[in-house]
């Protein structure tokens, strides 16, 4: 069966310091990836998918950049957080088509 | 993109009290679903369902995607129902998802 690991579950980073969050999805092959992130407001916002290896698309302009150095490996990183980089990160994997998303457990970061 | 919307947004309830969640659609979508996120913030996926009716326990989902809605029932609602509801979808050749804000919903023993 597929599962999918995200983590570290909870992180505190100072500003201006790096973030690396690494997501990885387990019994599939070729998994459309997403990271998603929710601010305080309940809203989900997409902030980058990938369809393959090194293929990335940014839906927002920010201070946040992913990578997909492996099939089944996705890693959201920035160089230097910002306060309102804080919020809770959801990785997510569906395969190819109209199929159902599922996530992992999330990443809940606060910057200060 | 499409829009979703959700309503509505906050609802509380008594334990075995039932419920009707409902999302509307901008646009015709062809991958509707549904979640559930837990107040540990785990994001649950409880139905995909484009058109139709599904059941899963106390939980139903009705889309009706020619007039762009879907709907989830809860019946006998317990106190482990609490948290938050999402409906998302995404139209035909795109692969982002987009949720409502959501449906919190209160289930109070």
């Known amino acids: 069966s597929q599962t999918i690991h995200q983590w570290p579950a909870t992180l505190v980073q100072p500003v201006g310091s790096p973030l690396s969050l690494e997501c990885t999805v387990e019994g599939t092959s070729n998994p459309n990836l997403y990271w998603y992130r929710q601010a305080a407001g309940r809203g989900l916002q997409l902030l980058f998918y990938s369809v393959g290896i090194g293929q990335i698309s940014s839906e927002v302009p920010q201070n946040l950049s992913a990578s997909r150095p492996q099939d089944r490996q996705f890693i959201l990183s920035s160089k230097k957080l910002l306060l309102s980089d804080s919020g809770f990160y959801l990785c997510a994997w569906s395969a190819y088509g109209p199929y159902g998303y599922t996530f992992g457990s999330g990443t809940r970061l606060t910057v200060v | ?109």
């Open chain 2, 1 to 109: 993109g499409i829009q979703v919307e959700q309503s509505p947004p906050d609802l509380i309830l008594q334990e075995g009290a039932n419920s009707t969640l409902r999302c509307n659609f901008s646009d015709s979508v062809n991958n509707l679903q549904w979640f559930h996120q837990n107040p540990w913030g785990q994001l649950i996926n409880l139905f995909y369902i484009p058109s139709g009716t599904k059941q899963n326990g106390r939980l139903s989902a009705t889309t009706v995607a020619t007039e762009r809605y879907s709907l989830l029932y809860i019946s006998s609602s317990q106190t482990t129902d609490s948290g938050v509801y999402f409906c998302a979808g995404l139209k035909g050749g795109s692969e982002k998802l987009v949720f409502g804000k959501g449906t919190k919903l209160t289930v109070n023993p």
